[in-house]
């Protein structure tokens, strides 16, 4: 049986800073890929950023130059830096993981941007 437990998610100020994590635990034979998704109240999910096993990132056109995803290998574990946070970055995020050829989604972690 495989999870993710996601943390990180709050309130912060326009223009400040949060740190979303995201662990796989149970059996894990493999992780490829690794992404944030992001679900705004009434709007439907979307992509945010991603990180293949190779290392290559892409990002959503709304947060390039403002998120930075990373992952540890050895901790079965992705990473989303968020700086310069706006209100409109408001949502539950999400993480995916590509683990043991399956598709997995984390519980979602809220982040609320607001002054």
């Known amino acids: 049986q495989v999870q993710l437990g996601e943390s990180g998610g709050g309130l912060v100020q326009p223009g400040g800073s949060l740190r979303l994590s995201c662990a796989a635990s149970g059996t894990i034979f493999s992780i490829n890929a690794m992404g944030w998704y992001r679900q705004a109240p009434g709007k439907e999910r979307e992509f945010v950023a991603l990180i293949t096993g190779g290392g290559s990132t892409s990002y959503t056109d709304s947060v390039k130059g403002r998120f930075t995803i990373s992952r540890d290998n050895a901790k079965n574990t992705v990473y989303l830096q968020m700086n310069s946070l706006k209100p409109e970055d408001t949502a539950v995020y999400y993480c995916?993981?590509?683990?043991?050829?399956?598709?997995?989604w984390g519980q979602g972690t809220q982040v609320t941007v607001s002054s």
């Open positions: 995916n993981m590509k683990l043991n050829k399956n598709n997995y």
